[in-house]
């Protein structure tokens, strides 16, 4: 069984900055090139090991033409999402949800555990499914970001998860609350925050990402969290990875749910 929660909870799983960057719309004569850069991942999870989908078999959901240092990642049991083109993925999945993980190198488990641990460059997003085990964090998370704290304290007396406390695990974060789905957080260089509550790691290098409620007829409520860590010398890369998964997260292309 995978348990893919670094909380203490007994569960199973678990910025957008404008860009001077063209927006291009590409022409039909162009689609073939666009649709080369889905990467299709492997996953591992409670129900066994699933394959890589065939790369050709998904289309990248952006209105735009990607630039070249970009491509579109995806594995089942996980939303898709944007990253440095030539890097490796993976997906880790149980009841809660799915964590896609694309990192320059390939990532196993690690210290025994079902999980790795990361302290270098970065792209993470996490589905966290209400349907099961994911539903402590959907409503810990919702109420940390979008309700008040005297809410959130009845919320953790009417459950009796009196351990958790977010306002002092992630009180080093930068949070900015862009109206009441969507939450943007910096997590600073070599501290531990909420961008380090899932696989990654404190480093050198800051944390960056949005956290998003949604709802949909087929998981009903859900958060979906996209982690970027990248070196200082490519912040402009940064910027539009950031742009381009907080896009298609909010419209529904195929960042936000499996």
């Given at each position: ?92 999945y ?41 539903r ?23 459950t ?67 982690r ?7 912040s ?6 950031l ?16």
């Amino acid at each position: 069984m995978y348990v893919l929660a670094r909380r203490t909870l007994p569960l199973i799983l678990v910025c957008a900055v404008a860009t001077a960057w063209p927006r291009v719309v590409p022409t039909r004569s162009e689609a073939t090139q666009h649709q080369r850069v889905s990467i299709g991942c492997p996953a591992d999870g409670q129900a066994g090991p699933v394959e890589a989908p065939e790369a050709n078999a998904r289309s990248v959901p952006a209105a735009e033409r990607l630039p070249e240092t970009v491509a579109y990642y995806k594995g089942e049991q996980a939303p898709g999402a944007f990253a440095p083109r030539g890097w490796q993925c993976h997906v880790w999945y149980g009841s809660g949800g799915g964590i896609l993980l694309v990192t320059p190198d390939a990532q196993k488990p690690v210290n025994g555990t079902a999980w790795p641990a990361v302290s270098g460059e970065a792209v993470e997003l996490t589905f966290h499914d209400s349907g099961a085990s994911g539903r402590y964090q959907v409503q810990e998370y919702s109420l940390f970001f979008f309700h008040t704290r005297q809410e959130f304290r009845r919320w953790v007396e009417g459950t009796g998860f009196n351990f958790l406390n977010p306002y002092e695990d992630f009180k080093n974060d930068s949070i900015k609350i862009r109206g009441r789905t969507v939450a943007e957080f910096i997590t600073p260089p070599s501290t531990t925050g909420f961008g380090t509550a899932q696989f990654l790691r404190p480093s050198t290098d800051t944390i960056e990402g949005t956290a998003v409620f949604g709802n949909s007829k087929a998981y009903g409520e859900y958060l979906v969290v996209l982690r970027i860590r990248l070196s200082q010398t490519k912040s402009q890369l940064k910027t539009e990875l950031l742009r381009l998964n907080r896009t298609c997260i909010l419209e529904s292309r195929g960042c936000s749910t499996p």
